[in-house]
Structures are given as structure tokens and as C-alpha cells.
């Protein structure tokens, strides 16, 4: 059978991607209000009119981003959850992913968190809203399946939950950088290890801790 051609890149779909990160750094530097297309025409190296040949409005280019993060975003939350893992490999496997997606689109996650609640209120971006019912959806049901399970505690309070992991994990953006010291899965390893299992020494590993400084003692 004849192989499907890949789909051509062209200059223009390449260009227009660079003109996308170059105004998701802008936009996230100096927030959406105080960001003029001239602005963004500046930091691409290029006349604010050049850049209407690429875009409509600096509205056109904000929908596009945050479009592009969510729909890659979703990707990867909709594979997880037809996994049909378990409760606690379902959570370990979406903040896996929510960190990947902060390294892929740190820009775009940062544009998200800071003007999402005054965006929604726009016809344009109504699709943010229904992106943030979809998301507390996943993460509500996994833990309340975790709980029904016996796999997270009985005690648990699944919305206050889901409330700190989600805010635990998505106010990285602020301080991580793409190309760090941490890969995106090792800081996920670390944050779950904290979530999960605490940050205290377990009874009996400080029993055994106690024991072995007393014989070395």
C-alpha cells in the first residue's frame, strides 16, 4: 500500500508560528490589556502593519495560542483517561502531563492563569470556560474513584483535593524554565511523591533510622 505523504511545512505556517511564541512571551510578559500589536510587531523585527498580513487582530493571536495549548493539553488528558488506569496512575499520569504541557507551552499556561477569569466573560474565549469544567470533571471523578476504590483515604475531601493538586501543579509556570536543571517528569515524580506519599519520614522507616544510629552508636 502506498504511504501517506506528510503534510508540507510551509515558510508562511513556519513564520506564522514564530510570530505565535514571539506574542505568547509578550502577551505573558506584559499582559494582554498593555500589549499593542505594535509591541509584538517589535519584538518579531517586523512593521505592526506586516504583521496584520498574518493576523486580523492581537484577539486573533491570543485565541490561536491559547486554542493550540488547550487542544495539546486535552490530547494528552484524553489518552490518559481512555487508559482506563487506575485512580492513583490516572492522577500520576495527568500531573505527568500537566507538566510536559507547562514545558511545551510555558508562555501559553502563563497567559492562561493570569487573564482566563476576565477572558471567559468574551463570546471569543467562551471556550475557556468549558475547558475548566472539563478539566475539574477529570480530576474530580479520578480522585472520587480513588476514594470509592480505597485507594486514596476515606476522609478525603475529593473538591479541596483537587483544588491544592491543580494550584500545586499549574503555579509552576511562575517559576519554571524550559531547558532547566529538572525535566518536566522528574519535577512531576517529585511533586507526586510529595502529594502522595507526604513529606514526612514514615513510622517505620524512622524506626529503622532510630535502630541503626543506636547500634552504631
Not at 20 to 31: D, K, Y
Not at 49 to 54: I, P, R, T
Not at 139 to 145: A, F, V
Amino acid at each position: 500500500m502506498p504511504t501517506k505523504k506528510k503534510p508540507q511545512v510551509t515558510a508562511a505556517a513556519i513564520r506564522r508560528g514564530e510570530l505565535l511564541n514571539t506574542a505568547a512571551e509578550v502577551f505573558a510578559e506584559h499582559g494582554y490589556n498593555a500589549t499593542t500589536v505594535r509591541r509584538i510587531a517589535d519584538h518579531a523585527g517586523m512593521l505592526a502593519g506586516s504583521l496584520y498580513y498574518h493576523f486580523d487582530s492581537k484577539e486573533s493571536m491570543l485565541e490561536e495560542i491559547l486554542r493550540t495549548f488547550l487542544d495539546e493539553l486535552w490530547g494528552g488528558y484524553d489518552t490518559v483517561l481512555a487508559a482506563e488506569l487506575g485512580p492513583r496512575e490516572t492522577l500520576e499520569a495527568l500531573v505527568t502531563e500537566s507538566f510536559r504541557e507547562i514545558d511545551r507551552h510555558h508562555a501559553a499556561v502563563a497567559i492562561y492563569q493570569k487573564e482566563s477569569r476576565q477572558l471567559v466573560a468574551q463570546d471569543r474565549f467562551a471556550f475557556l470556560a468549558e475547558s475548566q469544567r472539563r478539566f475539574e470533571r477529570a480530576w474530580l471523578s479520578t480522585l472520587e474513584r480513588g476514594v470509592a476504590e480505597r485507594v486514596f483515604r476515606s476522609d478525603l475531601d475529593v473538591r479541596l483535593t483537587y483544588r491544592f493538586v491543580r494550584d500545586t501543579v499549574w503555579v509552576a509556570a511562575s517559576w519554571y524554565r524550559p531547558g532547566g536543571q529538572h525535566s518536566p517528569e522528574e519535577i512531576a515524580r517529585q511533586y507526586l511523591s510529595m502529594v502522595l506519599d507526604g513529606i514526612a519520614v514514615r513510622a517505620t522507616q524512622h524506626e529503622e533510622h532510630s535502630e541503626k544510629n543506636r547500634h552504631s552508636g
